[in-house]
């Protein structure tokens, strides 16, 4: 995935909220290419799993108990420049600072609730990517 892939997950208030059309059509329009996508719930421990690099922060178990607490909508998104160019289209991770147009300014409500995961490195999107589907998965 290194370089031209991404990993992004539409977070559970995003998702209640019925945004998540508008969300991959943002995705869409971006220029990026959907190599995988599925609907999911994520249990408390796999939610654990998935933010264990959190652990020992303050804020891990009201994450762990948010991410958990309803579907999430989890994709694997292609495109040149597909970390850099996500992490602009969605914007900063306060809704409050994320510039106009971004998927944070339209959908997010908060710091905690902030509609979308982005991936921070070609690492972490092959490890949160390998994490939520098989190698099959990916089209």
């Known amino acids: 995935m290194a370089g031209n892939r991404t990993f992004t997950m539409i977070k559970p208030d995003a998702v209640k909220a019925g945004h998540s059309g508008a969300i991959l059509n943002k995705i869409n329009?971006?220029?990026f290419r959907i190599v995988a996508l599925k609907k999911t719930k994520l249990s408390a421990e796999k939610a654990g799993e998935f933010y264990a690099v959190h652990k020992e922060r303050p804020f891990y178990g009201e994450l762990v108990e948010f991410m958990s607490s309803g579907p999430i909508i989890a994709a694997i998104l292609e495109k040149d420049n597909a970390i850099e160019d996500f992490r602009t289209l969605i914007g900063a991770t306060n809704p409050a600072e994320a510039a106009p147009g971004t998927i944070r300014a339209l959908?997010?409500?908060?710091?905690?609730?902030?509609?979308?995961?982005?991936?921070?490195?070609d690492e972490?999107?092959?490890?949160?990517?390998?994490?939520?589907f098989a190698g099959t998965d990916m089209f």
Request: hydrophobic fraction near 35%.
């Open 29 to 31: 329009e971006g220029g």
């Open 107 to 121: 959908y997010a409500t908060s710091i905690g609730e902030n509609a979308v995961h982005g991936a921070d490195s």
């Open 124 to 132: 972490n999107a092959l490890i949160e990517g390998n994490f939520h």
